[in-house]
């Protein structure tokens, strides 16, 4: 023991760790997560929301100007520098246009996530 008390961490076994440690006084940890999915979550994302709006297109009064928004999103998130406001302005148009199709709505909440835009 040290003047300041056991503050060790003791790992043993088998043990699998993953992720931040520590121990001591006045510890400082910094973690970043990159919120976007992987490219492959962000093509299924996409696929699936237009997939949807083939399967509820009559039930969505601005189809034509919603395709457009999701095509802005994806020409967005593909492009070589992605701007993240631009994304979700067109996510957020694009919500609006279907939010009266429940199962369209969480899907394009959920491309915000796999794109990283939005909550």
């Known amino acids: 023991m040290t003047e300041h008390g056991d503050r060790g961490i003791s790992i043993g076994g088998n043990a ?18 990159n919120a976007a999915g992987t490219a492959r979550e962000a093509a299924e994302a996409f696929a ?3 997939r949807l709006l083939d399967d509820h297109g009559a039930d969505v009064p601005e189809l034509g100007r919603a395709r457009r928004d999701l095509a802005d999103v994806q020409e967005e998130a593909e492009s070589e520098d992605p701007d993240p406001e631009r994304m979700e302005g067109a996510l957020e148009r694009l ?7 429940a199962v369209l709505a969480d899907a394009v ?3 915000g996530a796999a ?4 909550g």
Do not use: F, H, K, P
């Open 115 to 118: 794109v990283g835009v939005g």
């Open 48 to 50: 699936r929301v237009e």
């Open 109 to 111: 909440r959920q491309l």
């Open 95 to 101: 919500g609006r246009r279907v939010g009266g199709v």
């Open 16 to 33: 699998n760790v993953s992720g931040q440690v520590a121990a001591g006084d006045s510890v400082t940890q910094n973690q970043q997560i």
